[in-house]
């Protein structure tokens, strides 16, 4: 099992920044990705950014250039730090970690986070 618990969202206004952290607990040596999803009101969940065990990065083009995904291996910790933020980036923000099990995955989802983007 693991166990994962964000942090850092908030209410700022667009153009600003903010950093979401979620620290890992748990069977965190088994994680391969670690990643951030976001659903907004009405729409589906989306992939905002994974890392991987190796450290490469993968971006939704929405975000590209303006967040950045990074981990801390020794803290098992992943942040997302968001930049120049926009009014379509509110939503509910959730930690994922994933682990790669034969041809197949298990997912495991912190509680979420609220970010919301004021114009």
């Known amino acids: 099992q693991v166990q994962l618990v964000e942090s850092g969202g908030g209410l700022v206004q667009a153009g600003g920044s903010l950093r979401l952290s979620c620290a890992a607990s748990g069977a965190v040596f088994s994680i391969n990705h670690m990643g951030w999803y976001r659903q907004a009101p009405g729409k589906q969940r989306e992939l905002v950014a994974f890392?991987?065990?190796?450290?490469?990065?993968n971006y939704a083009d929405s975000v590209k250039g303006r967040f950045t995904i990074s981990r801390d291996n020794f803290k098992n910790t992943v942040y997302l730090q968001m930049n120049s933020l926009k009014p379509e980036d509110t939503a509910l923000y959730s930690c994922?970690?994933?682990?790669?099990?034969?041809?197949?995955?298990?997912?495991?989802w912190g509680q979420g986070t609220q970010v919301t983007v004021s114009s």
């Open positions: 890392i991987t065990n190796d450290g490469s990065t």
């Open positions: 994922n970690a994933r682990i790669l099990i034969g041809m197949g995955t298990r997912d495991y």
